[in-house]
């Protein structure tokens, strides 16, 4: 591995920081013009680091992002008492002040949307306007609902930063992205119209900041808010269907309470299309800290492999090879594994969610 020497970034700082005040002191024209006029902005320019250790370079720039640290250059700014990116202000150290230069770092909670786009530097002498606008964070996505839907319908995306989204069918090694039609977007949801072809493609997002791709795909669910195949849950469990704003996807999911060595039987059904399919995924979480055996097809006597489950969603993945009898679904069963120190079993709450199929890489 090639190793990279990294300075600490104030020791950066005051390195940059450094460099513009000589370049300040023998630029005579900067020199005579900041003899106390209103100050003016003529450049922003990123500084810092690289993802690979190297300083970045001083190219002007007129898109800025929250955390990183940017060198506002241009005159008069030596009395400089505040510096606001989309009227929100942003620390700065007097320390990393010239007459011609100001390194600041963008603060992260900086507004990106509905906002003036720019950039103010105030000073005793007066205040300098930039127009400059704060890119949003690359997007995240927290799921999309329904999973298994068909060419035509709409599909709702959550997550965060959809600043102006573009919505795609995500590229992949033998397939080229496919525009998706947004239908209606805010900041954190987006209704979308599925187009043909999206079976077991991943739904992508993204606006100038960059793309993230659902971590699940389309077509791949068992349990969605419904369940599909016939592999339910019958009635005669006890268990609930919750919907209270905290599904881990989509707007519902499964709540039981279980005895010590307990369980939930899901019906028995038969589904055997896992060609494009590489195993399982169940989103699983409880009322305390546990465990779960996951009984797959009915193999009670094959140690079930076993989940441990904290009281935050968590999904599970499992791959063909860690169950048995993998030719086809039949029957998804999970079994009370929670016990005290002594080995005891005692009762827990569990929530299942997102129970569906992972597809193959390519």
Known sequence: MKNIKIISLTACMTWVLSLLLFASCSND??????????????SVSPTGYETNGTIKPFDPVTVGYPKNYYVIHGKGF??????????????????????????IQIDENTPYANSSNQLRVETQKGTAVFDFVIAPP??????FYPINATEGQEVTIVGKYFLNPIVTLAKTK????????????????????????????????????????ASYAVGTAIFDDISYYGLDFPSWNNYTYVSDGTAEQGLTYISKKMDAWGNIQGNWGWYDQLTPYSGLRVA??????GKLGFVFNGNWDNNPP??????EWKTFYLPWSVLTNTDRVQNITFQ?????????????????????FTVKAE
């Open 336 to 356: 009370n594994r929670t016990t005290t120190d002594k080995g005891d079993g005692i009762e827990n709450t569990f929530y299942f969610d997102n129970i569906g």
């Open 306 to 311: 076993i989940l441990d489950v904290t009281t």
């Open 174 to 213: 033998s397939k080229e992205a496919v525009p998706v039609t947004v239908v209606s977007s805010t900041l954190e949801k987006i209704v979308v119209k599925l187009p043909a072809g999206a079976d077991t493609r991943y739904l992508a997002v993204a606006n100038m900041s960059g793309e993230t791709n």
């Open 29 to 42: 024209d900067n020199a005579s013009g900041s003899t106390g006029g209103a100050p003016v902005i003529e």
């Open 284 to 289: 699983i979480k409880a009322k305390v800290p």
């Open 138 to 143: 690359v997007p995240t996505i927290a799921g």
């Open 78 to 103: 030596l009395t400089a008492t505040k510096v606001t990116f989309n009227d929100f202000s942003s620390y700065f150290r007097p320390t990393f002040v010239t007459d011609t230069d100001i390194v």
